[in-house]
Every structure is written in structure tokens, then in C-alpha cells.
């Protein structure tokens, strides 16, 4: 079983920057990926990015992609998602995920663990 716990997230505005961390605990080498979702309300739960525990490639949705970096640090058992140029729209609950997974990708349904979220909250 592998625990996630997410945290930095808070309010900024628009044109803001925040970084949220990830911390995972318990048996973490069934993981080999990691990733950030957010659910806004009254919307579906939507990746953001991904990427591979160790190193490697990582993806990101095109509505983030060239603002929103995701990176990791293996032995701190750690995903980190720094995030610049925040918009309004970017206002969600962010779910940190890992699993075991042949390929990463942002559906859900690949990853058998996740947080308990941290909002995210961008507005003038």
C-alpha cells in the first residue's frame, strides 16, 4: 500500500506562481509513475502531468504545457508541480497519483493511488 500526501497548495492571482509537493509513504516500489490531477467543480477530474519515478520523460496536458513543470525526486520519495503564469482557470483541487503502469499517461483509472488533494485557488 502506498500513502500520498499532498501539499502547497493556497490562493494567488492571476499571473501568480505556487509548487505543490507530493510525499509518498509505504511500499513505493510498485510505483512507477507519478502524477498531478485536478477536479474543478461540477467538472471531471483531468490530468495535468506525469511522469515516470527515477527519471525519464514526463507529459502534460496543452492547457498547461510551457507554464506548469513537473519534476521528481527519487530519493525523497517525492513529485513536485511548480506552476507559473496561474489563471483563474487553473482554480481546482489538485490529486497527486502514483501506480504501476507499462506507459504514463493522465487517465485516472491507471493509478491505484492517490491523495487527498490540495485546492488550488486563483483570483483577483
Known amino acids: 500500500q502506498v500513502q500520498l500526501e499532498e501539499s502547497g497548495g493556497g490562493s494567488v492571482q492571476p499571473g501568480g506562481s505556487l509548487r505543490l509537493s507530493c510525499v509518498a509513504s509505504?511500499?513505493?516500489?510498485?510505483?512507477?509513475?507519478m502524477a498531478w490531477f485536478r477536479q474543478a467543480p461540477g467538472k471531471a477530474r483531468e490530468g495535468v502531468a506525469a511522469i515516470y519515478v527515477g527519471g525519464g520523460g514526463a507529459i502534460y496536458a496543452d492547457s498547461v504545457k510551457d507554464r506548469f513543470t513537473i519534476s521528481q525526486d527519487n530519493a525523497k520519495k517525492s513529485v513536485y508541480l511548480e506552476m507559473r503564469n496561474l489563471k483563474p482557470e487553473d482554480t481546482a483541487m489538485y490529486y497527486c497519483a502514483a501506480g504501476p503502469v507499462l506507459r504514463i499517461s493522465m487517465v485516472a483509472a491507471d493509478y491505484r493511488y492517490w491523495g487527498l488533494g490540495t485546492q488550488v485557488t486563483v483570483s483577483s
Open positions: 509505504g511500499y513505493t516500489y510498485s510505483s512507477n509513475a
